[in-house]
């Protein structure tokens, strides 16, 4: 389908979705988020996508809620129950990008603002540029984190320094992002897609069902005992140990060759 405020793009086995309104540091809007949940959708059903990356165009990654989309209705003096947009949009995005059982990239390339931190987090890679910039920005409009926000966070960067940036809003730089681990690496900003996009083929010429599994029993294993995880390693193992992938790994290793994996 045609979007409007995204756009969606395929390379090899590699979708990447762009968000695309740069004039604005690509704010989420109502209708970004039923483009984006659409795309995923999309990407997550179709088989030979192995790979995903979520980017920005212009300058910015996303600076969150688009905070226009509920000025209009303040100025008339009405107060909108922000719970229903959170329902009727991350609600339904965010555990649709966590989900997703292939990998998923964040490029930041610029700025990453509230909900956008939480777009980024909620995939399982974030690659920025040196020029990208994050802050938790919902506490400067007298708001909690949402979208995701008090759940992602403390798992990529722990409890406390997800405390700290949540109650202080400060803006961060992406070396500072690198340090505390909101961010995998760091890239030039001139190198920026190119490394991206090696770095995604790399992923989607991987065995993407080990991947799927691995993604899943990982994100569970935070909440389960040590018993419990040993026994789904176990159960999700059996089943790999049937994959084509598998076999390949063990022979090609065995021959001396690189593997040629095909995601089942
Ligand atoms: C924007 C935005 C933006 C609209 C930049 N909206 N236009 C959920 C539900 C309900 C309510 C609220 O929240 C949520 C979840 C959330 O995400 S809350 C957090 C919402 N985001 C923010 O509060 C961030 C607001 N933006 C900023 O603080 C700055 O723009 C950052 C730090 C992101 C970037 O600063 P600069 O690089 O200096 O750029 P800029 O401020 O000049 O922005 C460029 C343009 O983008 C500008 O438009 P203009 O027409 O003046 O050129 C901004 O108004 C527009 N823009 N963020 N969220």
Avoid at 112 to 121: F, Q, Y
Avoid at 196 to 202: E, L
Wanted: glycine share 8%.
């Amino acid at each position: 389908m045609g979007y409007e405020q995204i756009a969606v793009a395929r390379d090899g086995g590699v979708t990447t979705i762009t968000l695309n309104r740069p004039e604005k540091l690509n704010a989420l809007t109502a209708v970004m988020s039923d483009e984006l949940i659409e795309a995923f959708t999309e990407a997550r059903e179709d088989p030979e996508v192995r790979a995903l990356v979520v980017t920005g165009a212009g300058r910015g990654f996303c600076a969150g809620q688009d905070l226009t989309e509920f000025e209009e209705a303040y100025r008339a003096g009405e107060r909108p129950d922000i719970r229903d947009h959170l329902i009727r949009t991350y609600h339904r995005l965010i555990p649709l990008v966590v989900e997703t059982p292939k990998p998923v990239i964040a490029a930041v390339n610029g700025v990453a603002a509230g909900a956008g931190v939480s777009l980024a987090a909620a995939c399982d890679v974030r690659i920025a540029s040196d020029e990208a910039r994050f802050t938790q920005a919902f506490v400067k409009i007298g708001l909690v984190p949402d979208s995701g926000g008090t759940w992602l966070l403390p798992r990529v960067v722990g409890y406390a320094k997800a405390l700290e940036l949540s109650m202080t809003g400060e803006v961060i730089d992406a070396a500072t992002a690198r340090r505390i681990g909101l961010v995998n690496q760091v890239v030039p900003a001139t190198a920026f897609e190119e490394v991206v996009a090696a770095y995604a083929a790399r992923l989607a010429a991987m065995p993407t069902a080990a991947i799927a599994e691995t993604q899943k029993l990982l994100r569970e294993a935070l909440g389960v005992e040590l018993e419990e995880a040993l026994r789904r390693e176990a159960e999700a193992q059996a089943r790999m140990g049937q994959t084509d992938d598998h076999l390949e790994g063990v022979m090609a290793f065995a021959e001396k060759r690189e593997p040629r994996f095909e995601g089942r």
